[in-house]
């Protein structure tokens, strides 16, 4: 086996945590934007130095083709290194600190230089454009190296006799360059210095807001809330600190009636008016809300956030709202059966005496009264109600109105017909209206409670009198209203929700419920179902009985 060690692998991995890692994304992008400006910086300055150059060289020339006199000597002197050309050439030279100052005939034929050797030597670069009449900028190497030149004619009488160029030595040029990038180096350093400030203080927001998380714990939160959201049996509502909707899981979809587009607009907007949107704002305040959305009913909890906005949770209790009134509804029956058999082990002993008195003909006659008083009862109902669940639901009601000192009238205008389309709808009503006018008037003097059946047309009318205490007139709006109740609750739910319960049902069903002072003191409930029987021959429907109908039988 070989003892040379293996060589490890360097691997660089970003930092967990989200502060650390938004810090150096940021540095690194202030940084790149940093070095990025410096190069766009510096790529027109060199340009921009170089134009300035070659412009300094071409206005040395135009001030020197200017002279007369040079042009002048140049017609009428030899080149030589002490001529009046290289005299002046020179004098313009060190007086503008340029690398040369050459002034040449049309032959390109220098009469003055720097290197007094090239003095009668032509000109090492094409001469041509400025003997042609043209001003002339360039970068262009000769005898001396690379320099900014310019280039100019030289003109005696308006007729060119031949040339000046100038040239800037370009390490000249360079050097501005180079000594320009150091403080061009402290301003991108002092700017990144601040960006990288900048960005600390926004890394340390972002901690703060993200409670130290690391995008991974982050992304698991999300995929854990959304799979949470989603899957609970539970509505679950959030807004924001404006009112609007931001977030609406599937059961809270079902529960309101809503879809996804509803998320992003205004609660009141999406909702509507009513007592679901005053309990989800916060308008209506406390724990187990109860409120009626459609054919539902549900419980609503609401928590505000830190940031303004709410979390409200729904659960849906029409099931046991259900199973609720199904079991007054059964308790009811307990009662109504418990006093049946009261009455009848009283009637069972006043029988047992009569028989052991050997009175048999009174004993005959008494049982013949119990069941006719009985066969009255029913008969009573059934002749006005021919609907079987409505007719049951009153017969039931009747007892149970008995039994707690209660006399139930069925009004002598009440006739309503089987044509029902929602029997089970109108016995919801009746049964709820019925037990809150039993609930008025117990253990009241002369307690009656009064229900009136009627048609018209295809509209069924309902009204419940009571000679109870009745209802203020300043309280009649609020009693249809979700939770509103004046009475305890009892122990295995919550009040408020059956008249709530009429009055959609009756909305539902294009209608209205209203309640009003009845005549002689207590309260009147009146229903109107429009539509409620279906098509049928309204003749051929049996009408109230008359008076003389009633008179013989």
Known sequence: MSSTPRARRLHLRLPRRMFSQVLLMQVAIAAGVAVLATGLFLAPLSAQLDDQAMRRALAIAQTTA????IAEDLQTSLPSVNGPVQTAAERIRRASEAEYVVVMNTNGVRWSHRDVTQIGQVVSTDPRRALAGKDVMQID????????RGKVPLRLHGHIVGAVSVGIKYDSVRN????AIPGLFA???????????AAYLLSRRVQRQTRDLAFSDISALLAEREAMLH????????????GRVRLLNDEAQRLLGLDAAAIGGPLDDVLGPGRTTDVLAGRVTGTDLLTVRGQRVLVANRMPTDDGGAVATLRDRTELEQLSRELDSTHG???????????????????LGLLELEMYDDAVEFVGEVVGDHRITAEQVTEKVHDPLLAALLVGKATVAAERGVALWISDGTLLPDRLLDPRGLVTVVGNLVDNALDAVAGTPHARVEVELRVQGRTAVLRVRDTGPGIPAERRELIFTDGWTTKKPPAHGKRGIGLSLVSRFAERQGGSAEVAEASGGGAEFTVVLPEALTEADLAA????PT?????SR
């Open 541 to 544: 429907e049996p009408s109230a």
């Open 141 to 148: 190497s000769g005898t001396l190296g690379r320099s900014a």
């Open 187 to 197: 301003y991108a350093g002092g700017a990144l210095a601040v960006g990288a400030f």
């Open 231 to 242: 899957g609970i049996r539970e509505g679950v509502v959030a807004l924001d600190r404006t």
């Open 176 to 179: 501005r360059l180079i000594h």
């Open 66 to 69: 200017a002279q007369p006199r």
């Open 333 to 351: 029956l307990i009662d109504a059966l418990r006093a049946q058999d009261h009455e009848h082990a009283n009637r069972m002993h006043t029988l």
């Open 547 to 551: 008076a003389a109908e009633e008179g």
